[in-house]
């Protein structure tokens, strides 16, 4: 059951002196279960956790003061797209006053990686609150398909005015390949012209979207396992080392791509790279 509790001074006949009143009130939320929340949405097959709060006001009826805590705790999150892993392990805990929102606890598991977050939010300035959030990852799933596997490790910290923040840190690959078998054209078949390649290379690359678009970006992306490919025409290992700067809107790639090791194998010929780069 919801609990309430609250206490203030009646007074009817001194209306002024009721905006100096002292007020006090409590609001606290035992553990409920969240499993309604897969009857809302066709997207959720199961929701297994619950949500707790324990909620304060204090000072006087013109100027309350905040201060409470939820707390989300959550076992599995099964999606109805069976090819959607689930949302494991997860617990997020809140705690915050009339000018502070802090985040002590946050973590999940999502397809055998782990993510992390904490950190204050100012509330001083809603419109544009101050933030200084830790963003962590271990093995966190980024892509996954027939061809390709990629996970991380992150250490990310986002500080400063929401609406014109700074995103700093590192992001580390990690447990990350390629395999893709190619089918060569027949050697009697007529030539054709060959499509055009989907890469391409730019100066920048960024979001116009707001408020993203003017946070300041400096970012290291680099490899603390080699990238691997393997297919029955190629092998190779990578390493990467990369650093991203600029805003959202124009964000500058600047490092190399090196080939560890590398060969590539064709009817009548053989290609060895051994500690070539890309830059």
Known sequence: PIILEASLPFQPNQARALTKAPIKARLRCPPGSLAFLKDLSPQLQKVDGTLAADLGIDGTVDKPTFAGEVSLQISEIAFADRDTPSLEKASLTLRGNRDTLTITQ?????????????????????TNPGIDLKIGAEQALIARNENLILRTDAALRLTGPFKSANLGGTISFVESRFFKDIELLPMNRPAVDLPQSPFTVQRSYGTDATPFRDWSIDLRLHTKEPFRVNSNLAKATIDTNIKLT????????????????AEATLPFSRLELAGSAIH
């Open 106 to 126: 946050g973590e999940a598991w999502f397809a055998g990686g782990k993510l992390t977050l904490s950190g204050d939010i100012k509330l001083n300035d809603l």
């Open 246 to 261: 600029g805003f959202g809107r124009a964000i500058v790639p600047n490092g190399s791509l090196t080939f560890t090791t």
